[in-house]
Each structure stands twice: as structure tokens, then as C-alpha cells.
């Protein structure tokens, strides 16, 4: 009974490989007679194991999609990076609840050895903290319904709520969505907005579908060429065909480059010398990019471009004129 348990499991092994199985094949690699192939193959098949015969001269087998979801066989590896992914999935997603429930089930079935290294690799995703009033995650069925019209290429309309309490919600959208995807921790559609005839991305926390969708159409290519490209440019304020950062300038920094580079997010940091220190980096916009560097608070020498020296002139002239009001009142010399 041993034996033929684990010749079972590794046929099970071989047949999750997507790819078609002669009889001979699994016979050579198992060991074992084409006959006994075959009478492994309805053994599976008797458990609920959706396995298809493959017609052509050789003839072979293929694992298929079933009405329901069998046992399934992972090796240590596939199994390790399964937890893993489930820890990440079970904080702050759409899917928490759930993740959180396949890893305690995955756990219970696994071997001490495996077991051992999964408690070895508990996660913690910290999610940002949430401003007040902040919106909640992505309701998992809207996700399978915007993926279900991307899948099927069909026009999508659903409303939009408004963004900010005390605003009015948007009027319908009429939409052809092409990807969902993530950007920091949240579910973002990206679609070509007919009615503004332009690429568009929606929260998708902010989205109500409505039915029935509506005709199907011929997807248009992204700008930039891919969907990373393309979010990537638009969330740093560009037109989506590049991830240049529309501003981009170099200063000098009174601080040591080791104090500065946890901080530098996605700049550049080169050092000078031990007090110096070379920062290029990038912002949506030139006073963006001025107050940015301004929170180092050490003294700044800007190498470049003269628009960002001209942003820190305005950006100081505006602080100036900040720093002679408290309240509304005009400070001063006290008389």
C-alpha cells in the first residue's frame, strides 16, 4: 500500500507539469509498466483527479480544470513560497480574511520539516498608516467583476464616488478596462475613457459596476508600451510613455552621504567627502522637488537645473511671507 501510495503521488507530481504525458514517458520516468500507468491514472481519476486522455499516435495524459478543487501536490519549495505569498496576502488586502485562512489550513497539512522553516519565515506587511476618513480596501467581487470584462474585452460602465466627503459623485463612466493592478498597497483600474478619449485610472475602491457590460472591443496599446511603464509615469505626474520623473535636479548637501541615503527614496546619492554629499533626484514639479530636498534641513547648494534654483527663490519667498503671520495676524517687533 506504501508503494503504491507514493507512486501515486509522484505521478501526481509529474502530471501538474503543464505539459501532455505519453503513457511510455510516465512509465520511464516512474519506473513502472504502461499497464500500471494506466491503472494509476483511473486511481486518480477515482479521487476526483480531472485528468484527460490526449489523442495522436502516441496517445498521453493532461491534468485539466475540474468542477471542484482536489488535493493538490507541492514540492517543499512551491510549498515555502506558497506561506510566504499567503503571509503578504493576509494584512490589509482585499483577500485578508481568506489568505489568512488557506495558510492556517496549508500549515496544518504540511510536515514538521516544512512547517518548521514556514514558522521560520513569519511576515508582517505594514500597510501605511491611513489618513482620516480614508476609504476601505477593493471588495473582492468587484475585482472578479472588472477582471471578468478585461478577460472577456467587453466596455465596462460603472459610477465613481467622489473622491473627497462633500463632493458630488461623478456621472457614469463608460470605460474599455485593459489591466487591474496594485500601486502601494492599493487596486487601481486602467482603462481608455470614451467619453474623455484618453487613458484613465480608477480607484477601484471608488468603482460600482453597473449591468449588463456593454460590447466587446479591440484592445488599444498602452503608451510606454507596458502596463508598468505606463502606471509608473502617471502616478509620478508624466504621460504615461516613460518613468522619468518630469523634474529632475542635482544639489550638494552639508550632511554625510550615509545620513541621507535612507531617505533619498529613489535618488541618487554620491559622496563628497565626510560631510558632503551629491543628491540627484526627481518630483513631480520643480517646488515639489525644492521642498523635498528642504526637509534634509542642512544648507543646500544647488548644481542644477536653473529652474529648481528658481523654485527654492519662490518656495523661500513663500515661507518668508508664512513665517510673518501666526494666525492671521502679522508678527513683529514687540513694542
Known amino acids: 500500500m506504501h508503494k503504491t501510495s507514493a507512486r501515486l503521488l509522484a505521478l501526481l507530481s509529474l502530471l501538474q507539469t503543464p505539459r501532455d504525458w505519453s503513457g511510455d514517458d510516465l512509465a520511464e520516468?516512474?519506473?513502472?509498466?504502461?499497464?500500471t500507468v494506466r491503472r494509476d491514472i483511473e486511481r486518480l481519476r477515482e479521487l476526483?483527479?480531472?485528468?484527460?486522455?490526449?489523442?495522436?499516435?502516441?496517445?498521453?495524459?493532461?491534468?485539466?480544470?475540474?468542477?471542484?478543487?482536489?488535493?493538490?501536490?507541492?514540492?517543499?519549495?512551491?510549498?515555502?513560497?506558497?506561506?510566504?505569498?499567503?503571509?503578504?496576502?493576509?494584512?490589509g488586502t482585499a483577500v485578508a480574511e481568506d489568505a489568512s485562512r488557506a495558510l492556517a489550513t496549508l500549515r496544518q497539512v504540511m510536515p514538521p520539516r516544512l512547517r518548521h522553516r514556514v514558522d521560520l519565515l513569519r511576515i508582517t506587511a505594514v500597510q501605511p498608516p491611513a489618513?482620516?476618513?480614508?476609504?476601505?480596501q477593493a471588495d473582492a467581487q468587484v475585482l472578479m467583476d472588472?477582471?471578468?470584462?478585461?478577460?472577456?474585452?467587453?466596455?465596462?460602465?460603472?459610477?465613481?464616488?467622489?473622491?473627497?466627503?462633500?463632493?458630488?459623485?461623478?456621472?457614469?463612466?463608460?470605460?474599455q478596462p485593459h489591466h487591474l493592478v496594485t500601486w502601494r498597497h492599493r487596486w487601481y483600474l486602467v482603462a481608455w475613457d470614451l467619453h474623455r478619449e484618453d487613458w484613465r485610472t480608477f480607484r477601484v475602491d471608488r468603482v460600482r459596476p453597473r449591468t449588463p457590460t456593454g460590447p466587446r472591443f479591440a484592445p488599444r496599446e498602452l503608451p510606454g508600451g507596458n502596463v508598468?511603464?505606463?502606471?509608473?509615469?502617471?502616478?509620478?505626474?508624466?504621460?504615461?510613455?516613460?518613468?522619468?520623473?518630469?523634474c529632475r535636479g542635482e544639489v550638494v548637501l552639508h550632511l554625510p552621504a550615509a545620513d541621507v541615503a535612507p531617505f533619498a527614496q529613489d535618488g541618487i546619492v554620491e559622496e563628497l567627502g565626510p560631510r558632503?554629499?551629491?543628491?540627484?533626484?526627481g518630483s513631480w514639479s520643480w517646488t515639489g522637488l525644492a521642498a523635498t530636498v528642504g526637509r534634509f534641513d542642512t544648507d543646500i547648494e544647488v548644481i542644477g537645473p536653473p529652474r529648481l534654483a528658481t523654485a527654492f527663490a519662490d518656495l523661500g519667498a513663500r515661507y518668508t511671507r508664512a513665517a510673518r503671520h501666526v494666525t492671521g495676524q502679522e508678527t513683529g517687533p514687540t513694542p
Not at 131 to 136: F, S, V
Request: glycine residues 8%.
Open 29 to 35: 520516468r516512474l519506473g513502472i509498466t504502461s499497464r
Open 48 to 91: 476526483d483527479y480531472p485528468i484527460t486522455t490526449v489523442k495522436g499516435p502516441a496517445g498521453g495524459y493532461r491534468l485539466a480544470a475540474g468542477a471542484h478543487l482536489p488535493p493538490m501536490l507541492f514540492d517543499d519549495e512551491q510549498a515555502v513560497a506558497l506561506a510566504v505569498a499567503l503571509q503578504t496576502a493576509a494584512t
Open 131 to 136: 489618513a482620516a476618513g480614508d476609504t476601505p
Open 146 to 175: 472588472l477582471s471578468r470584462a478585461i478577460h472577456a474585452r467587453e466596455e465596462l460602465r460603472f459610477d465613481y464616488a467622489p473622491g473627497r466627503p462633500g463632493t458630488s459623485a461623478d456621472d457614469a463612466r463608460r470605460v
Open 228 to 246: 508598468s511603464t505606463f502606471i509608473t509615469s502617471r502616478f509620478r505626474g508624466n504621460d504615461g510613455t516613460t518613468t522619468d520623473w518630469p
Open 276 to 281: 558632503h554629499c551629491r543628491l540627484t533626484l
